[in-house]
């Protein structure tokens, strides 16, 4: 033992002295371009606060870890919290027995009111009753068009996703395009399947679907890479999330393809990629409008009695295009990742 | 040959002065070589590319098979120290998230104190050697099995990923670095391609071959490489003839810390952007090309060659079933068959070398 620790305390020296030089490195290895420094300092989208009583309200989604699409449905959720004097309790699983459990964890807190997303409605369904048999209001949004007035939710905030897929052939076919191909990244995930469904419905040329490992952007290069190389009479490549697209772009430079790259959501880096014309549209349904209106709708619910669509007709929160004719608008709010 | 008594250990000839004694140089060339851990998997991925070969003529061009190598090369690249710790009788769950969490320090780094991205870049890399001398010592202190260890390491950075990227950017994925200084000289290194014939070659390609000889010559030549071998196969007699175990468990852990350090800057270099969840499910595909390239999840036994070759098998089936242009419902499932077979190849070419 006694011999083989002595390296091991010889080997922190050099990493002592490693840390203390990167140290002084710092004060005379700043970028000149880019960084936080260039940041802009925008101002938030806070508006006043409500004097009605405190309450809380639970949101649980379906969200996977680290995705960019959901981080901005929990931001308007928050301004629409901070506004209303309304304490949020955000929770998540992608797993629909785990999120259901998360319901049944709010239920417990007696919250005043929850929103929910409905990726599987029929795992829900129970937790959903329980919920109403204890009087706490549920509104979902999202996911689950089809099936919030079946489930007895108050109102829902959305896209249909199919609509928003048929909007996108409509808009493929204007811009004539001939033959897509639809990259997947999430096996099995009705909503993205959805999409696609909706693109093959109203575009009148060849739309076929490719699967990619969402969470392995190498592999997912690479493999639209390959796709365009194997057919490369494809015209657009159609993503169905922005950090997808944004690689689907490398791809089509590395096939030396001719490919357009068109794409549902939006980031940040994305409306930079529309001005500068490597992404040619996107189909966005507002992330932050689903959060934001979801908390509002159960404030004004509750200090107000009021139903959105009346409790009948989804409220639509896209989809929206944006394209290089408006995306300088957008792209403010973006920066902020709020759009 | 059947009458022989003692299993064909690769011990050099013993000391006698006859070569021909009746124990050892009896078998013939071609079995001496299929009992090599690297020939299995070598005739499986020839197998897999002759299929596709015929499968899907789009395979056939230069560039196709730059993006099959391109894609073999983000995975093999991490099998290589994979592998190398996986003889050394361990393994890591947390290398896929490690990744990430490599990529996400040198982004933020640099970005929010607005400094030349080298800068993020050497500090990524004094944080993933010290996730892997972390998960080593941990191991080698407690006792504890590597799999608990680094599955507690890669709930913990799957958890670090996110919370602190939220934490600090106030987004799930990083600001884009690309107009930062030091951004073109890091790509040329970590992430440019450059020309062969009118076909782009990735530099991850050249990067893993060359990993991959460094990574044999240590294996086959060095001490260290005996080292591995040793503290695999028997770790307490390994010990008791003076092999460093400790030093040499932890150093393994920390190899497996440079490559995710490698293609974590690959990452970055090639998107710009890092989003915190990435990463998650990748270790089994290492793992996985690091087995089928004739390692043993026991220990002791293995080459560095052998997952170039896994490696490269699965990025053939990956893209070869995409240039085939099959019905992609079915892809995780070819995928699964695919490995499946290969690797029953794979054991059946050890077990007829080994059976005399």
Redesign the interface.
């Known amino acids: 033992?006694d011999?083989?620790?002595h390296?091991?305390s010889r080997r922190i020296a050099p990493?002592v002295a490693?840390?203390a030089a990167?140290a002084l490195?710092?004060a005379g290895?700043?970028?000149?371009?880019?960084?936080?420094?260039?940041?802009e300092s925008g101002d938030s989208a806070s508006a006043g606060k409500a004097n009605t009583p405190r309450m809380t309200v639970a949101l649980v989604t379906h969200q996977?870890?680290?995705?960019?699409f959901?981080?901005i449905v929990r931001k308007g959720a928050e301004a629409a919290a901070a506004k209303d004097n309304i304490k949020l309790v955000y929770s998540a699983d992608p797993n629909a027995g785990s999120q259901a459990n998360l319901v049944q964890n709010a239920i417990d807190q007696k919250v005043d009111g929850i929103a929910i997303t409905l990726a599987k409605p029929d795992a829900l369904k129970d937790v959903v009753s329980k919920a109403k048999a204890a009087g706490i209001p549920v509104v979902g949004l999202n996911s689950g068009v089809s099936d919030w007035k079946k489930l007895g939710l108050l109102q829902f905030f959305g896209q249909d996703e199919t609509v928003a897929g048929e909007g996108l052939g409509n808009k493929l076919n204007s811009l004539g395009a001939k033959n897509a191909v639809c990259v997947?990244q999430e096996?099995g995930n009705i909503g993205l399947t959805q999409r696609c469904d909706g693109v093959k419905k109203t575009f009148s040329g060849k739309v076929?679907?490719?699967?990619v490992?969402g969470?392995?952007?190498?592999?997912v290069?690479?493999?639209i890479?390959?796709?365009l190389?194997?057919?490369s009479s494809i015209d657009h490549v159609i993503t169905l999330g922005a950090?997808i697209a944004?690689?689907a772009t490398?791809s089509v430079s590395?096939?030396?393809s001719k490919a357009k790259v068109a794409t549902f959501d939006l980031?940040?880096?994305l409306t930079?990629a529309i001005s500068k014309g490597t992404v040619e549209f996107a189909v966005d349904q507002q992330p932050y409008l689903q959060g934001y209106l979801a908390v509002d709708s159960l404030w004004l619910y509750k200090t107000n009695g009021n139903y959105s669509g009346g409790g009948e007709q989804p409220i639509l929160t896209g989809p929206a295009f944006v394209d290089k004719s408006n995306v300088d608008a957008v792209a403010k709010f973006a920066a902020k990742?709020t759009r | 040959m059947t009458q022989q008594a003692e299993p064909a250990v690769t011990i050099p000839p013993a000391s006698g002065p006859k070569e021909t004694d009746g124990r050892t140089a009896q078998r013939s060339l071609a079995l001496r070589l299929l009992a090599r851990p690297e020939v299995g998997v070598f005739l499986g991925a020839v197998a897999v590319f002759v299929f596709f070969l015929i499968a899907?003529p789009?395979v056939r061009?230069g560039?196709?098979m730059a993006?099959?190598l391109?894609?073999s090369s983000?995975i093999g690249i991490m099998a290589l120290p994979v592998a190398l710790l996986m003889i050394g009788g361990e393994f890591d769950l947390s290398s896929g998230v490690a990744v990430i969490t490599s990529a996400l320090t040198a982004s933020m780094l640099?970005?929010?104190?607005?400094?030349?991205?080298?800068?993020g870049v050497?500090?990524a890399l004094?944080v993933s050697l010290a996730i892997g001398a972390f998960n080593g010592w941990m191991m080698v202190r407690t006792g504890l099995p590597s799999f608990l260890v680094t599955l507690g390491t890669f709930l913990i950075l799957?958890g670090v990923?996110?919370a602190v990227?939220?934490l600090i950017t106030?987004?799930?994925?990083t600001?884009?670095?690309?107009?930062?200084?030091?951004?073109d000289q890091a790509k040329k290194v970590f992430a440019s391609s450059f020309d062969v014939g009118g076909v782009?070659v990735k530099i991850t390609i050249v990067w893993w071959l060359v990993f991959a000889a460094i990574a044999t010559w240590v294996l086959l030549r060095t001490k260290y490489g005996n080292w591995i071998f040793a503290v695999g196969g028997n770790q307490d007699s390994a010990r008791a003839v003076g092999v460093?175990?400790?030093?040499t468990k932890?150093t393994l852990f920390m190899l497996v810390g440079f490559g995710a350090w490698f293609i974590g800057m690959?990452?970055l270099f090639?998107?710009?952007?890092v989003?915190?969840?990435?990463?998650?499910?990748?270790e089994l595909?290492y793992i996985a090309a690091a087995v089928i390239g004739g390692c043993l999840l026991t220990g002791g036994y293995g080459s560095a060659i052998g997952p170039v070759f896994g490696a490269f098998m699965f990025?053939m089936v990956?893209?070869g079933i995409?240039?085939?242009?099959w019905n992609?419902?079915w892809?995780?499932a070819f995928l699964g068959v695919m490995l499946l077979g290969a690797t029953l190849i794979n054991l059946w070419v050890r077990r007829t070398a080994t059976r005399r």
Request: charged share 15%; with cysteine.
């Open positions: 033992m011999r083989t620790l390296p091991r990493l490693m840390a990167s490195l710092v290895c700043s970028s000149s371009s880019g960084g936080k420094k260039s940041e996977s870890p680290g995705d960019t959901w981080d997947i096996q076929e679907n490719l699967y490992n969470t392995d952007m190498p592999s290069k690479s493999t890479t390959a796709k190389k194997q057919n950090p944004l690689t490398q590395d096939a030396g980031n940040k880096d930079g990742g | 899907a789009a061009s560039s196709s993006t099959v391109y894609q983000t640099s970005y929010q104190l607005t400094m030349n991205v080298w800068m050497i500090v004094v799957q990923n996110l990227t939220k106030n987004n799930v994925a600001d884009d670095i690309s107009t930062m200084d030091g951004f782009q460093p175990v400790t030093f932890i690959h990452q090639s998107f710009n952007t989003q915190s969840g990435e990463g998650v499910g990748q595909i990025g990956q893209q995409v240039y085939a242009g992609p419902d892809f995780k």
